[in-house]
């Protein structure tokens, strides 16, 4: 059970095991409340604390905020959480063969070849032939309707795909003003839906590819 205590300037939190003696955290002080006080919830969670990580409450024992116990938090700076963020997410390796056509594609409609191999990444993996179950084709993954739109004839084709999805993805960033995340959330679920919703919308699919191509791209996308 992880249990938290927010204040304006600390956020304190420990993973404990919900016992009877601990009961339950209330805001009444009940005589029921086997907790009489936040100071008392407070001390129990400090020595279940110490007991489940020593180790941690070494390192932070000098930075106590006063009569409260309470551990400030360190929040990390911009380069950190870039650097944590790195180390977290696989690089991204265009195949050999490919590369060449991303960056042609890229070239001619102006898009970041990073994202055009993030994106072909997320969708098919670099198979050529992958299909979807809603009829998706290719590395880009174009449904048949759009492919046809943007002059695609074989959508298995890896040059005449990423070409495809290239020019989607590029006329979708001047449609949402250069907004990357309403782009993307275009790209996978249609411009109508993100312009019904205002932005990015609830479907749990737009919401992953999103999410995922904002993590590796573009400092997890390897092109040479």
């Known amino acids: ?24 955290v209330t805001k009444s002080s009940s005589s029921k ?30 930075n106590q905020a006063g009569a409260t116990g309470l551990q400030k938090v360190n929040t990390m700076d911009a380069s950190q959480v870039k650097q944590a963020t790195d180390a977290s997410s696989a690089t991204i390796q265009v195949p050999q063969q490919l590369e060449p056509l991303f960056r042609k594609a890229a070239q001619k409609y102006g898009v970041d070849e990073k994202l055009l191999v993030a994106i072909a990444y997320h969708e098919s993996r670099f198979s050529t032939t992958a299909t979807s179950k809603s009829g998706a084709m290719g590395l880009m993954q174009l449904m048949p309707k759009t492919a046809q739109g943007l002059g695609v004839t074989n959508a298995y084709d890896p040059q005449e795909n990423i070409m495809g ?60």
Request: aromatic residues 10%; glycine residues 8%; hydrophobic residues 35%.
């Open 165 to 224: 999805g290239a020019k989607l993805l590029s006329s979708l960033l001047k449609e949402f003003n250069g907004n990357l995340d309403y782009a993307l959330a275009a790209y996978s679920n249609g411009s109508s839906t993100v312009r019904k919703y205002g932005g990015v919308p609830p479907i749990r699919q737009a919401q992953e590819f999103v999410s995922y191509i904002n993590r590796v791209y573009p400092d997890g996308v390897s092109l040479g």
């Open 1 to 24: 059970m992880q249990i938290t205590i927010q204040t304006k300037d600390y956020i304190y939190t420990s993973t404990l095991q919900a016992t009877e003696e601990q009961g339950a």
């Open 33 to 62: 409340d086997p907790l009489k006080s936040v100071e008392k919830f407070q001390k129990l969670l400090e020595k279940k604390r110490a007991a489940l990580f020593p180790a941690a409450d070494q390192a932070g024992s000098g």
